[in-house]
């Protein structure tokens, strides 16, 4: 038996597939399952206030969770169900850059305050962002004049509104303020998204594996620790050396043979003087450990 108790609000959470995050959620010890999961979580008074979603099972390391539960806010719905009765489907408008809290310590090199805007750690390209002349480093401050303080408030701003539909961000780039005019598109799919290229980080493939750098985007998808330097692994090709080794998407490999690895350039400089079957072993960070992994 459940008690109903709401833990925490506004909880970001990791989509089973990898594929990004739930954002905003309510955390409740609600009975959530495979039969009951697009249900409604009720309150006291027998109104509505979210629809149920998903379970947690594990924490990130492994170790098994018990009553935590997460679900829809009504609020959310609400904003969507005009499209979903209309057209069937959510569409949601997109500016196409990876953006990031100001936090204490970066006052004096961007030029803010934490809490007073979100700072543009890529650009998407060919996003509506791009086109529009927003880069890598600029802070967006506002949308149409409405002050924005962190991440949640300006993707709020930009999901709901129609696509095609322009809006004036105000920047700060290099300690000079400035207006952008740009016209949203429509937001690729969860899948789609984690196919889009980034803008400075460097792909590679071998061995059956695309690799990546590690942008603040992939960090924070795969829960990658912020003084973590190597490469991640975006695909494994099914029969690979890779594959029959284990690789998973989202591993960080930190060295090649035992010598390290910062980025993409490092590893492509290592694996280029292999012969092609030669013995690699890798070291492979994955939930938080690490392992030594032989390519057969």
Do not use: C
């Not at 303020?177 to 590679?204: D, F, H, M, N």
């Not at 985007?217 to 190597?230: C, N």
């Not at 400089?269 to 939930?287: D, F, M, Q, Y």
Request: aromatic share 4%; charged share 20%.
């Amino acid at each position: 038996v459940t008690l109903g108790i709401v833990s925490a609000l506004n909880r970001d959470v990791p989509r089973p597939d990898g594929t990004g995050y739930f954002h905003r959620m309510i955390q409740t010890d609600a009975a959530i399952n495979p039969g009951n999961s697009g249900g409604p979580l009720v309150n006291a008074k027998g109104e509505v206030v979210g629809m149920n979603t998903l379970i947690a099972r594990t924490t990130r390391t492994g170790l098994a969770v018990e009553g935590i539960n997460f679900a829809v806010p009504i609020s959310e719905i609400m904003k969507v169900l005009p499209q979903l009765i209309s057209q069937g489907k959510v569409t949601r408008a997109w500016l196409g850059v990876y953006i990031q809290n100001i936090t204490p310590g970066m006052e004096k090199t961007f030029g803010v305050e934490p809490g007073h805007g979100v700072l543009v750690a890529d650009v998407v390209p060919g996003s509506p962002a791009e086109k529009a002349g927003v880069m890598r480093g600029d802070i967006i401050v506002s949308v149409n004049g409405k002050s924005i303080h962190n991440v949640n408030e300006l993707q709020v701003e930009i999901m709901y509104r129609q696509v095609g539909e322009k809006v004036t961000l105000g920047i700060i780039r290099n300690g000079q303020e400035l207006s952008i005019e740009v016209t949203l598109g429509e937001r690729p799919s969860e899948k789609e998204l984690a196919q889009l290229p980034s803008a400075t980080a460097g792909t590679y493939k071998a061995f059956g594996m695309t690799l990546s750098d590690i942008t603040p985007e992939l960090a924070s998808r795969y829960g990658i620790p912020s003084d973590v330097q190597g490469v991640v692994v975006l695909k494994v090709e099914e029969g690979s050396r890779a594959f029959w080794a284990g690789i998973q998407k989202g591993d960080v490999i930190l060295e090649v043979n035992r010598h390290p690895v910062k980025n993409v350039a490092d590893f492509r400089k290592i694996v280029s003087g292999l012969p092609e079957n030669a013995e690699v072993v890798l070291t492979v960070l994955r939930n938080g450990r690490t392992r030594f992994v032989l390519l057969p």
